[in-house]
């Protein structure tokens, strides 16, 4: 079986020096790895762990906005930064200082556990969110009215709706690729069996128009399914060379980072993690949940950075070698939840410590700036 190496070299040879510092790793037998999340034990297997530190009080790591209420996503509408707040339902812009302002509150918002105002995406003015309302999981869009500072959101406009909903794994994650379609990742909604029914869009990542519509090439005539098998899947990025990865909360045994391809199945929940299996697509990488728990995740500087909530690190991927990773913050800022590029290149770290299963400081949550060049 595959295991993923995690390797803390020079970050001056990864030009991360403004942002934290990395040392030697080291692996470690996993013979009962206990998931909290479940309260189940796995059986044995092999993997790597590493630890870091990020370098503090030196202005490389920079705090852009605090004081959030349960943030779950950053989008950027040009140079304005847009923020999801799960339980409140508000979507706030930050002025250049970092002071938030709520320029709309969607309807229908029903929190409930992981459930909430999930995923932000912005395409041609328009602002896209994904939410949990107490009959479903739906999608709705608004034109951005106004101009920074003054922004506004035009009335809701229904994308996609009927998502199955549930406490737990609801996914969330929008995007827009770089064929200007607008995927969407579902979780399983506690049903498993549902990931490899087609026909459900539980368990999947979905593939649409920006006004909702299937487009016609997609894996499965008439369906908005572009992949399949998927557990929680939780965050969506591609490649300079259009190369599609999604990171994914596993159950007991492995958390996931996938390469994405049209009409390819990724297992769950008959497998979890590395299965060698033919019949489905073996992640590139995987993790134990207690050092994971991948949710947001962006491409910069050449590498796939990852945002993980119970492992409380950044995990950078180079694209060059996706089986290998470099571990940051560890432990130093709780819950990561999102991460995003900035227009100018930086890297936007969103904490997740007041969602009901952190370990809120005084300034939480926060957004966090760090330049990986």
């Not at 870091?52 to 140079?79: C, K, M, N, Q, Y």
Request: net charge negative.
């Amino acid at each position: 079986m595959n295991t993923s190496t995690a390797v803390r070299g020079s970050l001056t040879s990864r030009r991360v020096a403004a942002a934290v510092v990395a040392c030697s790793a080291t692996v470690v037998a996993l013979t009962a790895c206990t998931d909290e999340r479940s309260g189940t034990t796995s059986g044995t297997a092999t993997a790597s762990q590493a630890t870091s530190s990020s370098v503090r009080g030196d202005g490389r790591v920079e705090t852009v906005a605090s004081g959030l209420d349960a943030p779950w996503s950053i989008a950027f509408h040009g140079d304005t930064a847009l923020v999801s707040e799960r339980d409140s339902g508000r979507i706030l812009e930050l002025s250049g200082d970092g002071t938030p302002r709520t320029i709309g509150t969607v309807d229908g918002v029903r929190h409930e556990s992981e459930g909430g105002l999930l995923g932000l995406a912005v395409n041609d003015d328009y602002l896209y969110a994904y939410f949990t309302t107490a009959a479903e999981n739906r999608l709705e869009r608004f034109r951005l009215t106004g101009t920074p500072g003054e922004l506004g959101l035009g009335p809701a406009e229904t994308i996609l709706k009927g998502l199955p909903r549930a406490g737990h794994h609801n996914g969330g994650r929008i995007a827009f690729g770089p064929d200007g379609m607008l995927y969407v990742t579902v979780g399983d909604a506690g049903d498993p069996e549902k990931a490899q029914d087609r026909s459900s869009l539980s368990g999947k990542i979905l593939r649409l128009t920006p006004t909702g519509a299937v487009p016609d090439d997609n894996p499965f005539t008439g369906s908005p399914v572009y992949s399949y098998g998927h557990r929680n899947p939780q965050g969506l990025a591609w490649a300079d060379d259009g190369t599609m990865y999604a990171s994914e909360f596993g159950q007991d045994t492995w958390d996931e980072l996938n390469v994405i391809a049209a009409g390819k199945n990724y297992g769950w929940p008959t497998v979890e993690g590395i299965a060698g299996d033919p019949r489905f697509v073996d992640p590139v990488q995987q993790w134990s949940p207690a050092d994971a728990s991948p949710s947001g995740i962006t491409i910069a500087d050449g590498s796939l950075w990852i945002a993980n909530l119970r492992g409380q690190r950044l995990r950078e991927v180079p694209l060059s070698n996706p089986a290998t990773a470099v571990e940051y913050l560890v432990d130093e800022y709780g819950r990561l939840r999102d991460a995003v590029r900035a227009p100018d290149g930086a890297l936007w770290v969103l904490t997740n410590n007041t969602d009901g299963r952190g370990d809120p400081g005084p300034d939480d949550d926060r957004i966090l700036r760090i330049d990986p060049r």
